[in-house]
């Protein structure tokens, strides 16, 4: 478990149609403590399989919180708490997210995301509660073997950006901090 961190359960409306989902409420994220204005969404787009991104985070004063949703495909997502002071400090949670299981994850300030694509053509929806700052960006490599995660395959297309993000031991996570909420995940 991971504190602060959630996976959501989507309960879609189906009929004759097909269905419908609700992929955010304001009302039904504040009973979770979730409280933060959506800003920006975007949506990222894959077109081979074994495609990894990240592990990407916002610095401070710009850190975001994020819920990702996967509506096309299937990936295996990770998140890494890497705020001090946090019981779950460099501690790791991987969930897969595809168009079938509907779930959502939703990711505090002060985590790293990234995922391994492990179908072709994926598309995952993110929202943001802080605007993307250029400068502030930061990130953790892919293979750090201080982490512990295995991921399930070798990926096969990695951006140069991500290649050359430092490993755990020459980062600093300086003014990453907890922010008190209900843990789920």
Known sequence: MLQ???????????DSRGYFIRLFSKDEFRQIGFNEEIVQINQAFNKQRLTFRGFHYQKPPFSESKIICCIEGKVQDYIIDIRKGSPT????????LSEQNDLL???PKGFAHGYLTLTKNTR???FHTSYYT????GGIRYN????????PYKPK????KDLCYPFIENLSFEGIEVKNMNSNV
């Open 157 to 160: 297309i990695i951006s140069e």
């Open 4 to 14: 602060d961190a959630y996976i959501i359960n989507l309960s879609p409306f189906v």
């Open 124 to 126: 995952l929806v993110y």
């Open 134 to 137: 250029p400068g502030f960006e």
């Open 144 to 151: 750090d073997k201080s982490l512990g995660i295995e991921l």
């Open 105 to 107: 994850i939703v990711v």
């Open 89 to 96: 400090f460099l501690k790791s949670f991987t969930v897969e």
